[in-house]
């Protein structure tokens, strides 16, 4: 009987890096949140919702954020004023993941209508 590999250290699936960072992005709005902060380093809440658009809920905002802070992606600063101000700054580490999220939206850019075809002809 064969030995299946998983990737190329044979990494067991419930351990693998990939997937459980994959896991954490696999969500609507994390990567454009990224991309955002990765352009710009520094914005306030209202400034990111502006950024993303209509499509997204003040809580599905604060929940991303929260995920993403967790992670280590972005740090989230509160000024003691009236009223408060939260700004959210991309770390070292989520800077190191921007570029990686720019090939890929390169690469969805070029390949999209094959994919849109292919699903069409899929349905």
Do not use: H
């Not at 902060?37 to 306030?44: A, F, I, P, V």
């Not at 101000?85 to 720019?102: A, F």
């Amino acid at each position: 009987m064969s030995k299946i590999k998983i990737l190329e250290n044979e990494i067991n699936i419930e351990n693998c890096p990939v997937r459980k960072v994959l896991d954490r992005f696999g969500d609507k709005w994390s990567l454009l949140v990224l991309l955002i902060l990765g352009k710009n380093e520094t914005l306030r809440f209202n400034e990111l919702n502006k950024a993303i658009g209509s499509d997204i809920s003040q809580k599905m905002l604060t929940v991303t954020l929260r995920t993403l802070e967790a992670d280590g992606f972005l740090k989230r600063t509160i000024y003691a004023e009236v009223p408060p101000r939260v700004e959210y700054t991309i770390t070292d580490l989520g800077k190191s993941l921007v570029p990686l999220i720019d090939n890929l939206e390169k690469w969805a850019k070029v390949n999209m209508s094959a994919i849109e075809k292919s699903r069409k002809k899929f349905e």
